[in-house]
């Protein structure tokens, strides 16, 4: 086995770590029990799982890249950029900054979806140079939500619909990491037959 695949499994098993399944049940019923202060680290955590799971993902397509010999497009070069995780909890204290953070989540994993389809490409048409069967089908776990909708209902509401807003944000998050698992898997059992059939 080449370090290069070695990495990528490693890059997998770390996933235990950076992709949290978050559930919005318990962290709402802790929020209550807690008379709010639970909002914090969950808002927090939020961020971070966030954080950590792009930066995951784009060590692992430079790997994987590197591994096949690609070339990227542009468009599939993902520019990482962290957000503070702390900064942004604190700031969801005041309305406005709190109501952007979560729309800019949600905007902010669709275009990392778009990005992640470019890639799966980049790999699918590797795969089917090499002549090693590769079953992986592009994905988007995010439906679109209108932010004039958003908007909307949040003044109708007086606010309410952030709760809305957040257990969407919760499950959109979790369902794409599920999903990507099942593609990483795939990829994997690909990289070592690719590795097999190389050396």
């Known amino acids: 086995m080449t370090s290069t695949l070695q990495d990528i499994q490693q890059n997998l098993y770390s996933r235990k770590k950076t992709d949290r399944v978050m559930w919005f049940s318990m ?3 802790l929020a209550v029990a807690s008379f709010g202060i639970a909002w914090f680290p969950m808002i927090y955590y939020c961020i971070k799982r966030r954080n950590n799971h792009y930066a995951r993902q784009e060590k692992l397509q430079k790997l994987v890249q590197t ?3 690609i070339k990227p497009e542009q468009s599939s070069t993902e520019v990482f950029k962290p957000k503070n995780a702390v ?3 604190l700031l969801t204290v005041l309305v406005v900054p709190g109501f952007y953070l979560f729309y800019w989540l949600k905007k902010d ?3 990392h979806e778009m990005g992640e ?3 799966l490409s980049e790999v699918t048409k590797a795969a089917e140079k090499s002549g090693v069967p590769l079953n992986v089908q592009s994905f988007a776990t995010t439906p679109s939500f ?3 909708k ?3 209902l949040s003044v109708v509401s007086c606010g309410l619909a952030a709760a809305y807003w957040l257990y969407r944000l919760f499950n959109d998050y979790n369902n794409h990491f599920k999903m990507q698992w099942i593609i990483e898997d795939e990829l994997l059992r690909f990289l070592k ?3 097999k059939k190389s050396s």
């Open 27 to 29: 962290w709402a019923v």
């Open 67 to 69: 591994k096949l010999n």
């Open 87 to 89: 900064l942004w909890t």
């Open 109 to 111: 994993l669709q275009e």
């Open 117 to 119: 389809h470019v890639f």
């Open 146 to 148: 209108p932010v004039g």
């Open 150 to 152: 958003y908007v909307f």
């Open 193 to 195: 037959e690719f590795d």
